[in-house]
DNA sequence: CTAGGACCTAGACCGGGGTCTAGGTCAACT
DNA sequence: AGTTGACCTAGACCCCGGTCTAGGTCCTAG
C-alpha cells in the first residue's frame, strides 16, 4: 500500500508541512521514496513509524531525540541497544512528567477546594485577593 | 518580610528575568511595589503567588491564562466564581494531559518490551528495521 | 487548450517562553 | 575616590516546532 503525502496526513493527524519537515529534519529513518515525478511515496511502514512518532512527541520527546532514534534505526539492527536504552530513558522522564503533574495537580485542586467552598458560602471571607486591595 | 528581587528568584527557583518578564507582562497581580531607589520589593504574598504561578506553569498553563487569573484577583472578591471556573477548566486539563501521557505511555512501554525480550535473547528477528536495509 | 488539484523546493514567518545585553543608577565598603 | 554588587529599563536574541508563501511541476478532466 502506497500513500501519497495528503493521505498520509489524513492517517496521521500530522499536516502535510510537518511531514515534509519531518524527513527533512532526518526524523525519518532513511529518505521517503518518489515516484518518477519526485513526490513522495509513503509505505505502510512509514505510517506506522509516523504513529510512532506522534506518540513520542505527545509524551515530550523533542525532534532531536527522535532524529537519534532514526538514525539508530538507520544504523541497522546493531544498534537495538541503543534503541531500547533511548526508549528507556524516555519511559522514565514520561514517568517523571506524570508525576510532576500530579503533583501539580494537588495543588490545583485544593485551591480548587478552598474556592469552591468558598464560592458555595457565598464569600465571606476575601480570599487571594491583592493586599493592596485591602 | 521584604525581599528584593534576587532573593525571590532564589527562593522560587525562577531567573531574576522572568521575574521581570512576569511583571512586565502583567502576571502579577497588581504591580510590585517599589523602594526609593525603584527597586522592587516582594511581599510574602508575592512569593506565594509566584509559588502558584510556577505550579501552574509546571502544569502546563499558559502565561495568557495566568495573566487572565491575575486580572481576576486584580478586579477583586467579585470575580471569585471566574476564579473558580478558571481553575477547574485547568485542573480538567491537566487531568486530560495525564491520560494522554498515560496512553504514550503503553505505546512505548510496550516497544520497550518487545526490544527488551528481543534484545536479550540476542536478536535473531531484526524489529523495526528499515525495509530498505533488507 | 485550459483549469484544477496535488504535489514539489527553499526559505520566510510565527508564537511561546524565556534569556541576555547594553547602558545606567544606587548603596556600601576600602 | 573608586570599585563592587545588586538592581533598573528597553530591546535584541534564542530555541522549538511548526506553518505558510512564492513560484514551479505534473496529471487529469472538461
Redesign the pocket.
Known sequence: MEL????V?ERTG?????L??YE?EGLMPGPVR?D?????VYTEWDVEWLHYCTKF?ASGM???TIRKFADLVRRGPETEAERLELLREHQEQVVARIAELNECLEVIASKVRVYGEHVARGSAAELWSHPAAT
Do not use: D, F, T
Request: proline residues 4%; charged residues 25%.
Open positions: 501519497g503525502i495528503g493521505q496526513a500530522m499536516s502535510v508541512h510537518a515534509r519537515l527533512r518518489r518518477a515525478g519526485g513526490r513522495r512527541r523533542p525532534l532531536a
